[in-house]
T-cell receptor, first 113, second 111 residues
Framework: ETGVTQTPRHLVMGMTNKKSLKCEQH?????MYWYKQSAKKPLELMFV???????ENNSVPSRFSPECPNSSHLFLHLHTLQPEDSALYLC????????????FGPGTRLLVL | EDQVTQSPEALRLQEGESSSLNCSYT??????LFWYRQDPGKGPEFLFT???AGEEKEKERLKATLTKKESFLHITAPKPEDSATYLC????????????FGAGTQVVVTP
């Protein structure tokens, strides 16, 4: 595997379900991110992790819960979501203090029914 | 508040018809400006990073330039495979890891 990978690629869930999105980076970076991309809107930063510590929570509802167990893995735990949470969820990583360019995964397309 | 505005929202080009995309920004203390390409249903693909006014970078048919207020992405003699949404993002010098994205320009190149 190379770059940034995300699983699953597609997810359909009911409003009462609990699911998790997984991201893995193979670039040796020290920072990881979750973004939300809705139709016709700019990418919205959700969470930033540096060396497994959360450094930013961009006013995200508590039904989204991130977890970063190590510098290569990032999870987004989902529970009791709303239909308006349907979107493309993107993970990215970067080397802060270095090149700082963020590299993105392919995304998880989430549909909440 | 930081702002990133991309124009036009959409652009339709004939193959070989060169054009430019604009990214206007207001940010306090620019650390870097980033261009990405995004195909439908996929994650953004990194193209360029520009750090200071006057800087230019090229890759195949794409050339990115930067001034103190805006950046341009020039597409020279585009091909259908250049069809994508092009995203611009800025990073502040005092912002750890945070990128502010524009809404993107959707480019369609027809044969």
């Amino acid at each position: 595997e190379t770059g940034v990978t995300q699983t699953p690629r597609h997810l359909v869930m009911g409003m009462t379900n609990k699911k998790s999105l997984k991201c893995e980076q193979h670039l040796g970076h020290n920072a990881m991110y979750w973004y939300k991309q809705s139709a016709k809107k700019p990418l919205e930063l959700m969470f930033v992790y540096s060396l497994e510590e959360r450094v930013e929570n961009n006013s995200v509802p508590s039904r989204f819960s991130p977890e970063c167990p190590n510098s290569s893995h990032l999870f987004l735990h989902l529970h009791t979501l709303q239909p308006e949470d349907s979107a493309l969820y993107l993970c990215a990583s970067s080397q802060e203090g270095g090149g700082e360019t963020q590299y993105f995964g392919p995304g998880t397309r989430l549909l909440v029914l | 508040e930081d702002q990133v505005t991309q124009s036009p929202e959409a652009l339709r080009l004939q193959e070989g018809e060169s054009s430019s995309l604009n990214c206007s920004y207001t940010v306090s203390g620019l650390r870097g400006l980033f261009w990405y390409r995004q195909d439908p249903g996929k994650g953004p693909e990194f193209l360029f990073t520009l750090y200071s006014a006057g800087e230019e970078k090229e890759k195949e048919r794409l050339k990115a330039t930067l001034t103190k207020k805006e950046s341009f992405l020039h597409i020279t003699a585009p091909k259908p495979e250049d069809s994508a949404t092009y995203l611009c993002a800025v990073k502040r010098a005092d912002s750890w890891g945070k990128l502010q994205f524009g809404a993107g320009t959707q480019v369609v190149v027809t044969p």
